[in-house]
């Protein structure tokens, strides 16, 4: 298979496991009725369904979704509590990106003296395939443990559920971390700007902090079928408030326990960035501006010295980001300093 870089990855095993995927998917995509894509009425149809759903979460209550990976020490074990908590949002199938993030920019250790903890965040498989991959997900978890699965469904529309899962994760297990960073797996992300530049550990972290891409006076897509569309019974004002684009924004932990803590008071939103901005706004928060150009939401060819001055550079497949991270990683004293 071209498509799975045996070299690259963490062996024989996993390779061949991913492979027999793939044919998997291959062979499913084979069959006609998998190929349709989702018409209109399909996503009216997931609005009902998020519609009636108008609490996503129930802190009070046993939890609607466990988790079933786990890790809820993944936090302990280091002298100072983590600093930084990156919560990857991936999908079950996304072993091969996984391992290539796990080699580039998820690397805890990438920043000396500071503590960073990763972990991907994930739903269950589709039905068709969910034993195997199932089954493939524990060896990962076995080998990385960094897996964070909770018991429902992985689709686009079910992403913010994901991101809340994530931060009831840190509030249950990992409260002491000083930030948490929301980030996609098509990214190519500097966790040393970040930690440095931006967050700097020797500030202590601002209660009501959030960073990222701001996207100011954003109006709501009422296209039908568009991924973002969103129904006017969802959603009947004619702008949404600022929030941070969601391939990467990081805030600080008191501020995510307080976002769930107004989560349940909303209808779910599969739009997840702008779910979060309605939280923001509903806490009186606003997001505090980056420094200029450095969450890139449009793609930017590799340039050694711009990566090197900003966070995160939207649109990177993990092929590439393998391809340069090596350059990336050689020093930088060549470039001129800010
Ligand atoms: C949470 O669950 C409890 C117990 O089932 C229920 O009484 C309460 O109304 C729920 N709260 C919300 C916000 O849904
Ligand atoms: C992570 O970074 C450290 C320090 O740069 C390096 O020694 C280690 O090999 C890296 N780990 C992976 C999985 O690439
Ligand atoms: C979200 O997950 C739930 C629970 O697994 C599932 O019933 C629902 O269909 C999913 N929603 C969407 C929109 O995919």
Redesign the pocket.
Known sequence: MKLIKCDLMLGALLCTASGGLLMLLLASWTAPTSLRLPSPRIFSKTFEWQAQT??LL?L??PYPYPFLINHPDKCEGSRDAPFLLMLVMTRPQDVVVRQAIRQTWGNETLVPGVVIRRLFVLGLPQPLFAQELQTLLEEEDREYGDLLQAGFLDTYHNLTLKVLMGLEWMGQSCPTAHYVLKVDTDVFLNPSFLVQQVLQPNRPPQPNFITGHIYRNPVPLRTQGHKWYVPLELYSHDKYPDYCGGPGYVMSSSLALRILTVA??FKAMYVEDVFVGLCLKQLGVKPTPAPPNTFLMSRRKYNHCAFHQLVLVHHFQSQELLQIWPKFLTSSSACPSV
């Open positions: 108008p609490h129930n009070t209550d349940q008071r």
